[in-house]
């Protein structure tokens, strides 16, 4: 894809965002055929937001959530600075058409894991990260139907990112945690409506991080010290609405909650 209609996809996606509407697709002439096509128009897509990229996300990382969107495997998408929360702040709902909320572990990286042509392990991976956090996602995507559109076109559009919401990084030993078998509890409107656990996220989330490392090394983009990376929802996402308070227990790691404005 060149840069031409790289940059054209995006500034067509971005008008969507802020003008909160949807498309189908991408028209063919600008369409991603690749993933590579797809994470070149989500880089433009950043600069036209003016945002820094804070960290990653990564959609797509239960089978469930893989069937439904009608992918083979995991998306990154990007954390953009306007759209990162401390916890327990209020979000606005607005136009948001997916209208769901993610529990999801989420990691502040200590060091750089910058692309190379050999694959991270998970005990590099590990070794970079700095902190844990619980973390609530609020994603959304701006084509009419984001479970036809495929891959390509899902990165394209920054892998269903919106608003995240991050807790304060947990001061247990996380490390010695089994992570998979944690369970996490979620409340909406002081109501327990889901359990989940870490296995839901690629096996654990820790496999989430290494996958995300590899995925990004392979398209010459690199993890940066400071980066936070939300792994994806370790619960089946909970239908949220106008008004609606949102709580994610994950025991002893921590609690991070918001309200939908």
Same mark, same amino acid.
């Given at each position: 894809m060149n840069h031409d209609h790289a940059q054209q996809a995006a500034e067509l996606l971005?008008?969507?965002?802020?003008?909160?509407?949807?498309? *189908?697709a991408i028209p063919e002439t600008l369409r991603p055929m690749s993933r590579t096509d797809g994470?070149?128009?989500?880089?433009?897509?950043?600069?036209?937001?003016?945002? %820094?990229t804070v960290g990653w996300k990564i959609a797509a990382t239960s089978i469930a959530g893989q069937k439904h969107l009608q992918v083979d495997g995991p998306l990154a998408g990007r954390l953009l600075a306007n759209r990162v929360h401390s916890n327990?702040?209020?979000?606005?709902?607005?136009?948001?058409?997916?209208?769901?909320?993610?529990?999801e572990f989420a990691f502040r990286l200590g060091r750089d894991?910058?692309?190379?042509?050999?694959?991270?392990e998970l005990a590099e991976v590990m070794a970079a990260i700095d902190t844990l956090h619980p973390a609530i996602e609020i994603p959304d995507s701006r084509y009419n139907d984001f479970c036809i559109v495929g891959s390509p076109q899902l990165i394209a559009d920054n892998a269903c990112a919106h608003h995240f919401?991050?807790?304060?990084?947990t001061t247990t030993d996380w490390r010695s945690? *089994?992570? %998979?078998?944690?369970?996490?509890?979620?409340d909406h409107n002081g109501i327990k409506i889901r359990d989940g656990i870490g296995a839901n996220v690629l096996g654990d989330p820790r496999q989430a991080m290494t996958w995300i490392a590899n995925e990004l090394r392979q398209h010459n983009i690199g993890l940066r010290a400071g980066d936070v990376v939300t792994t994806g929802t370790s619960i089946v996402p909970i239908p949220i609405q106008l008004g609606s308070h949102i709580l994610? *227990?994950?025991g002893s790691i921590g609690i991070v909650t918001t309200n939908l404005i």
């Open positions: 971005w008008k969507t965002w802020t003008e909160e509407r949807r498309i *189908d994470y070149q128009i989500q880089r433009q897509l950043a600069e036209q937001s003016g945002q %820094a327990g702040a209020p979000i606005v709902l607005g136009g948001n058409a997916m209208r769901v909320a993610e529990a894991l910058p692309p190379r042509p050999l694959p991270y919401v991050l807790g304060t990084a945690i *089994d992570l %998979a078998a944690h369970v996490v509890r979620a994610a *227990d994950f």
